[in-house]
């Protein structure tokens, strides 16, 4: 079933630090996790270099939510500290989408 629309994104653009300790595990747990929590939608991911991981939402309240969820915060702390030379989030509101499908 399509999300309705409006619906929203949270694009996550990053660059990794060659420091791999734990972040394969944590990537994994972090997307279980937020596959949990309500209104989450979707999930796509893809690096060569440039990583860029979008999450979908039902509302800006419930990535508020994932935000702040405990272990969520404790994953963005390791991040900063470690794996991450540089990211940039941005939150988009989806009012239309189409696809091609062959």
């Given at each position: 079933m399509e999300p309705q629309q409006p619906y929203y994104a949270v694009i996550f653009t990053s660059l990794r630090t060659p420091d791999d300790d734990?972040?394969?595990?944590?990537?994994?747990?972090?997307?279980?996790?937020?596959?949990?929590?309500?209104?989450?939608?979707?999930?796509?991911?893809a690096r060569d270099g440039l990583g860029i991981s979008i999450s979908y939402w039902e509302s800006l309240q419930d990535i508020a939510n994932w935000k702040a969820q405990l272990d969520h915060r404790e994953a963005q702390r390791k991040?900063?500290?470690?794996?991450?030379?540089?990211?940039?989030?941005?939150?988009?509101?989806?009012?239309?989408?189409?696809e091609f499908n062959k």
């Open positions: 734990g972040y394969a595990e944590m990537a994994v747990e972090m997307e279980e996790l937020a596959r949990k929590q309500p209104g989450f939608l979707d999930f796509e991911s991040g900063i500290q470690q794996w991450y030379s540089w990211y940039k989030v941005r939150v988009c509101r989806v009012d239309r989408e189409y």
